[in-house]
T-cell receptor, first 111, second 115 residues
């Protein structure tokens, strides 16, 4: 599975959009981009995933560049409860299902 | 998704003892995994729990230290054997419900402290 690079930390003002970047320059054609978050020592929570098209659900939007070498997770209106570590993971759906976690981005939403 | 519970939620144990952690899912799932999260670190996969057969362990993890059972499609256990303070971690199970999706969902975790 391709490796991902994320900034170690980011701040965001409450009510503003939080844009979390992820680089995955070695991504292969059959690999998906998954996003999870972990709120203070709880189990990771699935957010969204995509292959090449932009995706949106009730939690967030995922924007994947045309060359698929990077992506951005967007939380449209961040709240204090969105403070968490956000993990970007690249995984082929044909593999054994396991996820390889990097260090993620610690997002601090401030009032 | 799936509703996943773990028991115990936390425990404090003495070195040299063993602890068995249970993972229960509210529906049959295709795959189950066990992860470890050491203090201040990211998650590391320990093994894939295979139904009716031996678990598949990742590099650095062995069956004698982390025996795993998965007797059916909704339940698995992880035992942390002969514990030392270095085993103090959060242990998490995760599942892939299967069907049309292979998205993985995580349980709440078990926080283990070894004295």
């Amino acid at each position: 599975d391709a490796k991902t690079t994320q900034p170690p930390s980011m701040d965001c003002a409450e009510g503003r959009a939080a844009n979390l970047p992820c680089n995955h320059s070695t991504i292969s054609g059959n690999e998906y981009v998954y996003w999870y978050r972990q709120i203070h020592s709880q189990g990771p929570q699935y957010i969204i995933h995509g292959l090449k098209n932009n995706e949106t659900n009730e939690m967030a939007s995922l924007i994947i560049t045309e060359d698929r070498k990077s992506s951005t997770l967007i939380l449209p209106h961040a709240t204090l409860r969105d403070t968490a570590v956000y993990y970007c993971i690249v995984r082929a759906r044909s593999n054994t299902g396991k996820l390889i976690f990097g260090q993620g981005t610690t997002l601090q939403v401030k009032p | 998704s799936a509703v996943i519970s773990q028991k115990p939620s936390r425990d404090i144990c003495q070195r040299g003892t063993s602890l068995t952690i249970q993972c229960q899912v509210d529906s049959q799932v295709t795959m189950m995994f066990w992860y470890r999260q050491q203090p201040g670190q990211s998650l590391t996969l320990i093994a894939t729990a295979n139904q009716g057969s031996e678990a598949t362990y990742e590099s650095g993890f062995v069956i004698d230290k982390f025996p795993i059972s998965r007797p059916n499609l909704t339940f698995s256990t992880l035992t942390v054997s002969n514990m030392s303070p270095e085993d103090s971690s959060i242990y998490l199970c995760s599942v892939v419900p299967g069907g049309s999706t292979d998205t993985q969902y995580f349980g709440p975790g078990t926080r283990l402290t070894v004295l």
